[in-house]
């Protein structure tokens, strides 16, 4: 072997242990927002470095030295209604300058998606420039397709999520609520088989995702629009005590049950946005109605649970229903007040001046389909 052959050898082992920067996303993981956590994957273990600021001379770095292939890296917010600018590092790998805005002090804008197993066009979502991009759950079709039956672990189908709309996810927070699909690790099948089909504990999920709380239920407050939002895991409450279980417990009771009615019992807040993946009138009348007590006490609750669009009131509440694939079988709603086929998602707009919120429900061009305005409770 000559000399310029190993030293061309030696220069392509170098390169393929160099760790590349793959995907970037942005999380919340406290409860306010005085920071957010940028999130990246690397093809090799690295360290992880966020370089940020209000101009592209990123002003301050914040770096961990682990080496991993999936990266959290929390930073301050300490300006608001501004424009901040960073890059993530790995080894030698430098992602491009990418933006994000700061939170607002006088107009929230939030968005609501659910069922993304399409993954269809969202640049509406982008026109509307939110500053918060949530779901209603059902985030990706399944884990066992890329993990295989049984296997909890598998983040593959989320970082194919975050590839199909890579400018949105670095440029918007994104704060997912869990659907039985995030936790499915084996086909469901026509009867309950002999292993659980859910993940219940969501590892996969909760491993790709830097959430607040325990991830699988989260809370969020945003003090100067007086809001708060709560993410709860309800879908198919039916299957509770079988091995097709897709969340945990709702009963009277249980942890879930608990902290959600001691949330809803402390709070002083002009607006609570509740989101879940189950029908909303089986989780109001579960519990001797009291879900529907507990709901009683906030502005909105949002699911994802059909295929279809859906606003129902029920008292002082509004309950929508989101689905980015919207043509599929509808469930009405008893308390029903607007049922419409059509692909959609949910717009919210915190407005402080007035003390108000806009909801807007919105078909995927951009177009509306149904518009409400809310006041403080």
């Known amino acids: 072997m000559n000399r310029k052959t190993i030293v061309v050898i030696g220069l392509t ?33 690295g360290n992880s470095v966020v370089r940020y600021g209000l101009t592209e001379q990123y002003e301050r770095t914040t770096r961990t030295d682990e080496n991993v292939t999936l990266h959290h890296v929390e930073i301050p917010l300490a300006s608001k209604d501004v424009t901040y600018h960073y890059s993530v590092a790995t080894g030698r790998d430098n992602s491009p300058n990418a933006t994000f805005k700061g939170y607002p002090s006088d107009q929230l804008r939030v968005a609501v998606v659910a069922n993304w197993q399409a993954r269809p066009k969202l640049d509406a979502i982008q026109r509307d420039d939110v500053h918060i991009l949530m779901t209603a759950g059902d985030n990706v079709a399944n884990i066992w397709g890329l993990g295989g039956p049984g296997g909890k672990e598998c983040t593959k189908p989320y970082s194919e999520l975050i590839d199909a709309y890579p400018d949105l996810f670095k440029s918007t927070i994104f704060m997912p609520v869990l659907g039985n699909h995030d936790k499915e690790i084996r086909p469901r099948g026509e009867k309950p088989p002999d292993e659980p089909v859910y993940d219940i504990g969501a590892t996969a999920f909760r491993e790709f995702f830097e959430l607040p709380n325990e991830q699988w239920k989260w809370y969020f407050d945003v003090p100067d629009l007086d809001v708060r939002f709560v993410a709860l895991d309800l879908n198919h409450i039916s299957d509770l005590g079988t091995t097709w279980q897709a969340c945990h417990s709702y009963k009277r009771g249980s942890e879930q049950y608990e902290w959600y009615r001691n949330l809803m019992s402390e709070a002083r807040h002009g ?5 879940y993946n189950e029908k909303n009138s089986s989780v109001r009348f579960a519990e001797g109605s009291g879900w529907r007590e507990m709901f009683s006490k906030g502005t909105l609750c949002i699911s994802g649970f059909g295929h279809f669009a859906e606003i129902a009131i029920d008292g002082p509440v509004a309950y929508y229903n989101t689905s980015l694939t919207g043509t599929g079988d509808k469930y009405p709603d008893p308390k029903s007040v607007a049922l419409m086929g059509e692909d959609n998602y949910v717009l919210m707009t915190f407005v402080k001046k007035t003390d108000e919120l806009i909801v807007d429900l919105k078909r995927l061009d951009g177009s509306l389909l149904h518009t409400a305005r809310y006041r403080k409770s």
């Open 13 to 45: 082992l170098t390169n393929c242990c160099v760790a590349a920067i793959e995907r970037v996303w942005l999380t919340q993981r406290s409860n306010e927002p005085t920071g957010i956590v940028v999130n990246w994957e690397t093809t090799q273990p």
């Open 271 to 275: 607006f609570i946005v509740t989101l």
